[in-house]
């Protein structure tokens, strides 16, 4: 028999404050499984357990701290920094306890939510152009100067240049995990941003062991991985995935504690991010999915005697209208294309919301649907809904739907069948992709049933869908 006792929580300690609670994240075994080619275990660093949701609560707080005891922050004083975000949570929080001003440079390619959450903590945000190089006036690190310099009694937290960055994780981050570990470990994964990560924790587990292998992680685009194997800096280029690689080499970061490089693409970042949440119930963000992309990777080569540790930068709250958004994904071209010559209706209709209803269902439903979901036309049936056999009566009529709302009329009173249009084409699945343009060259909207029921399709949701097919031959 379970008693309160009988399954604790991981910790009864009671904190000062929020920054206490900072660093002791857990490793979390990724499933067996998961990765049939993989043998060897790979334990993942989940740093969305952090109080700020982040790894950079880590750095953060050494910054403060050393600031403080240097003099370089006063009491009452302003935290200037650039980042791409999570640095500017963990210096934000930290301002809040401690009674700072902050304000926080950004570039604003970053997600809604992140700088939502700098302004929930009372920072001001100042956002710059993405994409501008280094030396350009509007870099979001040449800002951040200017910024400091106009502020009497700011304190510019410059994370690239710091050396207290990679400190932090030489003395927290790296010998967690050799404990956790119980000191055996043949390789450790990260990304870069200002390498302070993987700089600091290679430090640590290289000084344990120096045979433990360091994979760096960057996406396309970002200097790191060309860098590290050339000595040569390359052009830059766009990439979506935040928080992780950069167009300089800072100081935070030594090209000598990696041992490897592996470049990982926005699509299969976020691929792994959205697999990561369904398939484990890891809310984390794309920099994770990168990591563990470039991980299994090289965790395929491991044998099954040997043991993997891959850090999980933040969580999934800070995407949610980014990597968790369907319709952002789709206008990004994220989702895995397909071959023009091979692709079916399914290939285009695939992820599109779907709703049927009964006939007594009511309208209130129905509106919800449409309203709330972008379901768009929703079939309305006789019978089970999830019977593929049942008769479809029609679908709402949505004009019809719009004057009973106008009219201030009760939609929970009214039922789905009476406010019917006739129903649309209905197309096979299975059919090349070309059936799905041509019933919509004729018809508004069209219905697709599949073993699952019915899903809807309009002329918009065919063009988005469009940048889904691949008209190479090699794909």
């Known amino acids: ?12 300690q009671i904190y000062t404050n929020v920054l206490d609670t900072i660093g002791g994240t857990p490793l979390i075994r990724l499933p067996e499984g998961f990765d049939p080619e993989v043998r060897c275990e790979v334990l993942l660093k989940l740093e969305a357990m ?109 994370q690239f240049e710091n050396p207290e960055n990679p400190n932090a994780h030489y003395l927290a981050t790296g010998p967690e995990i050799i404990q956790a570990c119980d000191g055996r470990l043949d390789a450790f994964v990260g990304g870069c941003g200002t390498g302070g990560t993987v700089h600091g924790t290679a430090r640590a587990l290289k000084e344990h062991d120096p045979s433990i292998q360091i994979i760096g992680v960057d996406p396309p685009g970002s200097v790191y991985a060309h860098y590290w194997k050339t000595g040569e800096l390359p052009e830059t280029g766009p990439y979506a995935v935040e928080g992780v690689g950069d167009d300089m080499i800072p100081g935070t970061w030594n090209r000598e504690l990696i041992d490897a490089y592996e470049v990982v693409e926005d699509p299969e970042s976020f691929a792994m991010t959205r697999r990561l949440a369904a398939e484990c119930g890891l809310f984390v963000g794309g920099s994770s999915g990168m990591a563990l992309t470039a991980a299994l990777r090289h965790a395929r080569r491991m044998g099954p005697e040997q043991r993997m540790v891959v850090l999980l930068p933040d969580s999934g709250s800070r995407y949610l209208s980014k990597i968790y ?8 071209g994220f ?31 129905a509106y919800k649907h449409i309203a709330d979901r972008d379901v768009d036309p929703v079939p309305v049936v006789a019978g089970d809904p999830d019977d593929p056999r049942t008769e479809l009566l029609g679908v709402i009529d949505a004009e019809k739907l719009a004057r009973h709302l106008a009219a201030g009329l009760d939609l929970e009173a009214l039922q789905a069948d009476s406010c019917l249009a006739p129903a649309p084409p209905v197309i096979d699945p299975a059919a090349p992709w070309t059936a799905l343009q041509e019933a919509l060259q004729d018809s508004p909207a069209v219905l697709i049933q599949d073993e699952r029921g019915y899903v809807g399709c309009t002329r918009r949701d065919l063009l988005r869908s469009l940048a889904r097919l691949s008209h190479d031959q090699d794909v």
């Not at 209803?357 to 209130?364: E, N, P, Q, T, V």
Request: net charge neutral; aromatic share 4%; hydrophobic share 40%.
């Open 50 to 158: 952090n109080a700020s949701g982040c790894v950079k609560s880590r750095i953060a707080l050494r910054l403060v701290e050393a600031a403080e005891a240097s003099g370089a922050l006063q009491p009452g004083g302003t935290i200037v920094e650039c980042t791409s975000g999570n640095t500017g949570v963990g210096l934000c929080m930290a301002a809040a306890v401690k009674g700072y001003r902050a304000v926080i440079i950004m570039p604003d390619k970053m997600s809604r939510e992140k700088v939502d959450m700098l302004k929930a903590f009372g920072a001001e945000v100042i956002l710059t152009k993405t994409g501008v190089p280094p030396e350009h006036p509007d870099h979001y690190l040449n800002v951040a100067q200017r910024v400091a310099a106009s502020i009497p009694g700011a304190w510019h937290a410059d």
């Open 335 to 365: 989702v895995p294309r397909v071959s023009a010559e091979t692709a079916t209706v399914a290939d285009l209709a695939r992820d599109r919301p779907r709703a049927t209803l009964r006939g007594s269902d009511d309208l209130a439903s």
């Open 1 to 12: 028999m379970e008693t309160p006792l009988t399954r604790p929580p991981r910790t009864s």
């Open 325 to 332: 958004s369907d319709d952002w994904m789709k206008d990004g």
